[in-house]
C-alpha cells in the first residue's frame, strides 16, 4: 500500500466538493492490489478545532462516502463510542471490497456489504433490491478487496 500525501493541493481538490465544510489536510492510500479502490482520508474542522473531523473519498477521484462525526455539537454528542464504530464499519467494507456507490445522476445508492445499504432520491418498492443485483444504466464505484 502506498500512501500520498495530498498537502494543501490535494485539500483544495477535495474541498471544491464539500463546500459547507473547512478541510485541513488530506491523505491518499492507493492500494497495491490491482481495482482496488483509492482512499482519500480527509480532516476538517469542527467548531474551532482543526482536524477534529474526518470525511472519507473513495476512487482515484474522490468521492465522498461519509464523515464523521455527522455533527459536531454538543447536542448530538453521545461520545467516541459509536462514530468509531461506525467508521471501522466502513473501514472494513472499503478493505473487503464490498462497497459500492450506485447512482444514475439524480438518485444514489451506497451498499456496505451484503446487508446495509442506504439511498438518496427516490425510490419504488423493491427497486433498491433490484438495481443493486443488476445496475444496468447505472454508473457503479466499487472495487476489488484489498488484501
Known amino acids: 500500500m502506498r500512501r500520498l500525501d495530498g498537502g494543501v493541493l490535494g485539500a483544495r481538490r477535495f474541498h471544491a466538493r464539500l463546500r459547507a465544510l473547512v478541510i485541513s489536510r ?38 465522498c462516502i461519509d464523515r464523521f462525526p455527522d455533527c ?17 464499519e466502513h473501514m472494513v467494507v472499503i478493505v473487503s471490497g464490498a462497497f459500492r456507490r450506485l447512482c444514475d445522476g439524480n438518485r444514489t445508492i451506497t451498499v456496505f456489504g451484503e446487508r446495509e445499504w442506504n439511498t ?17 444504466g447505472w454508473d457503479e464505484l466499487a472495487g476489488a478487496s484489498w488484501l
Open 26 to 63: 488530506t491523505d491518499r492510500i492507493v492500494p497495491l492490489v490491482a481495482g482496488a479502490l483509492s482512499l482519500t482520508v480527509a480532516r476538517s474542522r469542527l467548531g474551532d478545532v482543526d482536524d477534529a473531523g474526518v470525511i472519507l473519498g473513495l476512487g482515484d477521484r474522490a468521492v
Open 72 to 88: 459536531g455539537c454538543d447536542a448530538c454528542d453521545n461520545g467516541s463510542h459509536n462514530v468509531l464504530d461506525h467508521f471501522d
Open 120 to 136: 438518496s432520491g427516490s425510490f419504488d418498492r423493491g427497486d433498491v433490491e433490484a438495481i443493486i443485483v443488476d445496475p444496468l
